[in-house]
């Protein structure tokens, strides 16, 4: 294939036209999501560019990965720095770098003490590659709390879960999956789940038995559909939790570290869980990278040497962009930003969705709002979106995801607005 530089000026890694790009992915990519068509060259800020000069807002932020924008400078400059100064390759975790202790330490402060009932001891990270790896490890962590504090035969550990959870593909995680397509045919499925109904306490206790060492839960569920829980449901995850000596875990991939107009979706309720899962956003998107966080007490009694391991879980690179990231959202106040900006848009949206044939429902906080269809299928929607350059997706096909970078200012807010008031009343 022989690829001719234009007379414009070059977007992006290459010259190589749209159609191009879709037969190559279409010859030698897995057809593993449903595709927009649409080819970005380049990103900056909230913005996504395309080599015919489209300017396209995103609204969607790669389900969060993006909280504070595009290749945001001070991000950018630690990666530079980190590969300039030779500092940033990989090294086999029998010896000890400076950038991982200081990210490591970073996160442990940045969360507030987990696992209360077991100590003010401080909490402790355990670093992995995404944010899937990284709820296999918080289930790790629960099982071996059942056998080893609880003394339930190894093998008989179950694990209660919720409805129209996601927590990543891996096989164990699908397992545990109520939607039919994320795990037909990829069987034997991990055993050792229970699944309640997102929101029901009720449903939630008639599960646990002599057996049960933790409940995993989403504080406010992406995937499933943008649905928040009744309030005093987290709460009243907390009160089971500790009546019947379980770990609770919460999996803040998509809603943790800004998103919800809180740093932490769990501060909204003020309910403290025993271990954390967070990915995505903690390196702002530019190097993958993902943590289990729980109180030192816990971590020290289940990780031990040859208990775990990851090449390249928490390598240099991905600590230099992570340390980044967080004093971004911090000396940025991303969380305070989504909490003003996500009001104001949601009032927006509501006044259209209160003019629209077509919405039946808006749920959120922050910068994390859903706009439920009422014919079940938000993806058409999502396509006129992006006919007037503004770019979501579907949660659970029948709820468009609007969930920007949280750097979104007044003017980025109106476009939302006149776009979503064109493609649902106009």
């Given amino acids: 294939m022989s690829i001719?530089?234009?007379?414009?000026?070059?977007?992006?890694?290459?010259?190589l036209p749209d159609n191009e790009v879709f037969d190559i992915e279409d010859i030698y990519g897995a057809k593993h999501y449903r595709r927009l068509k649409t080819v970005v060259r380049k990103t900056q800020g909230a913005w996504l560019y395309t080599q015919d000069g489209r300017k396209i807002l995103d609204c969607l932020a790669a389900y969060s990965a993006a909280n504070p924008g595009h290749h945001h400078p001070k991000i950018v400059d630690a990666l530079v720095r980190a590969l300039q100064e030779n500092y940033a390759s990989v090294i086999s975790n029998v010896v000890y770098t400076d950038v991982l202790a200081l990210f490591l330490k970073k996160v442990a402060e940045l969360v507030p003490q987990l696992g209360l009932r077991f100590g003010n001891n401080g909490n402790k990270v355990l670093p992995k590659n995404g944010g899937v790896e990284s709820v296999e490890t918080s289930i790790k962590l629960a099982r071996y709390y059942g056998w080893k504090e609880k003394g339930i035969p190894d093998g008989k550990q179950e694990i209660i879960v919720f409805e129209n959870n996601f927590h990543g593909r891996m096989i164990t995680i699908v397992s545990f999956s109520t939607s039919q397509k994320y795990k037909e045919g990829f069987g034997p499925l991990t055993p050792g789940f229970k699944i309640a109904r997102y929101g029901s306490l009720e449903d939630t206790e008639k599960l646990i038995n002599p057996n049960t060492c933790a409940i995993l839960v989403e504080p406010m569920q992406g995937e499933g559909g943008m649905y928040q829980p009744p309030k005093g449901f987290l709460k009243g995850l907390r009160d089971l939790a500790d009546k019947h000596n379980l770990l609770l875990i919460f999996d803040e991939i998509q809603v943790g570290l800004g998103r919800t107009g809180k740093r932490f979706c769990f501060e909204h309720e003020n309910v403290i869980p025993d271990a954390v899962v967070l990915g995505k956003a903690i390196a702002g998107g530019m190097v993958p990278v993902s943590v289990m966080v729980t109180n030192r007490a816990l971590m020290d009694k289940v990780f031990q040497p040859g208990h775990d391991g990851s090449t390249f879980g928490g390598y240099p690179l991905a600590c230099a962009a992570g340390i980044a990231a967080l004093d971004v959202m911090v000396e940025e106040r991303l969380a305070e930003r989504a909490a003003e900006t996500g009001k104001i848009l949601k009032k927006k949206i509501l006044?259209?969705?209160?003019?629209?044939?077509?919405?039946?429902?808006?749920?959120?906080?922050?910068?994390f709002i859903g706009i439920e269809m009422k014919n079940g299928?938000?993806?058409v929607y999502c396509e006129k979106l992006l006919q007037h350059d503004m770019l979501c997706n579907d949660s659970h096909h029948h709820t468009i995801r609007v969930s920007p970078p949280l750097i979104i200012n007044d003017d980025e807010v109106d476009y939302i607005a006149d776009r979503l008031e064109r493609v649902l009343v106009g």
């Avoid at 001719?4 to 010259?15: C, E, M, Q, R, V």
């Fill in 377 to 379: 299928d938000a993806m």
């Fill in 351 to 367: 006044d259209i969705a209160a003019r629209s044939s077509h919405v039946k429902e808006v749920r959120g906080e922050g910068l």
């Fill in 4 to 15: 001719t530089l234009k007379d414009k000026a070059l977007i992006g890694f290459s010259p």
